[in-house]
């Protein structure tokens, strides 16, 4: 294979980025797995490192590794029924646990275990469900003999990203077309150089000629990935955020649910990105078994419903857009046709806008098109007739 030069690369990903990333900017709203064996141990994803367990100790949550069947079908309906239009699946977490048949990295779900293969059922359920197909996977490896030598032994980073390489052919070779690669901590090395980015990920594209790649393997490629905020930028970029800002795996405590969204800020969440011209991807961590957690389903399901009735004002959508009046509302747009996004539904049928210079042709309610009454002077606009919900 002939490899591209950083520029070179970079250049020919940027003549073909529009084809590759139309579906994924229309998309909008994508969900976040974040299932292993730290769903096990049930005290976020990072327990291995901050619990300090060594390798052969922490081993012992493979065996008691249990998901149910059918359980990543029920992430997808619950994706579906949300209004997400893909999904990315932690297929190995910093711990190192592989949840496919691996003939690369024996830790996995197969000689572990459920003695299957999560990544499958995971891709057969988005296919199902006709979701975009999103494979999440680490770059740092606490299990791995080479994954922490390789900041220090030449030798030890050569095998380790020989095994980076590895993991991710079987990934994007044996589970049919994948869309998305997100790779996640890129530690201990700190350069594309030392991580050989330009060649694998030129070697994965090779064989997923349309995937579409993330920030995190330190090469630019795609997409940006803010965490935990939403930080526009000029280029593609989606905000990944937890389900209640503490952990991204599962915390068998009870104690965790009150931090958890409820519909609107939810929905505030996806108008900002689509305001921003960016994407939200959303995290839900299931229980040990693979349940989608429960305080998360009744949200999920109710932005699903608001967006059946009004995902135009979310879906496709490329021009960005102001706050209308900010604070209590905000606005999304496609060319002259402007969104209001009232976050407080108005009681008394009515909302005013101050300086809305534009002549107003028509005011519409999204959710069933009936036209409504609408007064504009030089000072302010003010929409009539609205319905009490
Ligand atoms: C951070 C966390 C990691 C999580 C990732 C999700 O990198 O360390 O555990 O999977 O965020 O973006």
């Given at each position: 294979m002939n490899f591209l030069s950083k520029s070179e690369y970079e250049a020919s990903l940027a003549a073909t980025r529009d084809e590759r990333m139309t579906w994924w900017r229309e998309a909008r709203f994508g969900m976040f797995v974040h299932y292993g064996l730290y769903s096990v141990r049930g005290r976020m994803e990072w327990a291995m490192a901050l619990e300090n367990y060594d390798v052969a100790d922490y081993e012992k949550y493979a065996d008691k590794f249990a998901p149910k069947p059918g359980a990543a079908r029920e992430w997808a309906a619950l994706a579906k029924n949300a209004g997400c239009k893909y999904m990315v699946l932690t297929t190995r977490h910093h711990e190192g646990f592989s949840l496919w048949d691996s003939k690369v990295n024996p830790y996995n779900s197969v000689n572990y275990g459920p003695h299957r293969d999560i990544v499958k059922e995971f891709v057969d359920a988005c296919r199902e469900f006709r979701l975009g197909i999103g494979f999440y996977t680490s770059v740092m490896d606490w299990r791995h003999p080479d994954g922490r030598d390789c900041a220090t032994d030449p030798e030890a980073r050569k095998r380790y990203n020989d095994y980076l390489l590895a993991l991710n052919t079987e990934l994007l070779t044996n589970y049919g077309k994948i869309d998305i690669l997100w790779y996640d901590v890129p530690a201990p090395l700190e350069s594309y150089e030392g991580w050989d980015s330009l060649r694998r990920n030129q070697i994965l594209r090779s064989i997923q000629p349309h995937i579409i790649i993330n920030n995190r393997s330190l090469l630019d490629e795609d997409f940006g990935t803010p965490e935990g905020e939403i930080k526009p930028s000029e280029r593609d970029w989606e905000a990944c955020m937890t389900w209640n800002d503490l952990s991204w795996g599962y915390v068998d405590?009870?104690?965790?649910?009150?931090?958890g969204y409820n519909a609107q800020r939810i929905l505030k969440m996806l108008w900002r990105v689509t305001a921003s011209r960016g994407n939200l991807l959303l995290n839900i961590g299931p229980a040990p078994d693979g349940s989608v957690p429960a305080e998360a389903v009744g949200p999920l399901t109710k932005v699903g419903q608001w967006l059946e009735e009004n995902g135009d004002a979310v879906y496709g959508l490329r021009d960005g857009s102001s706050d209308a009046n900010f604070w209590i509302r905000g606005t999304t747009r496609r060319k002259n046709h402007v969104w209001v996004w009232n976050w407080i539904w108005p009681d008394d049928g009515e909302f005013t806008l101050g300086g809305y210079k534009t002549k107003l042709l028509e005011a519409r309610l999204p959710a069933t098109g009936e036209s409504l009454p609408f007064e504009q002077d030089k000072a302010r606009l003010t929409v009539k007739g609205l319905p009490k919900n």
């Open positions: 405590s009870a104690q965790a649910a009150p931090y």
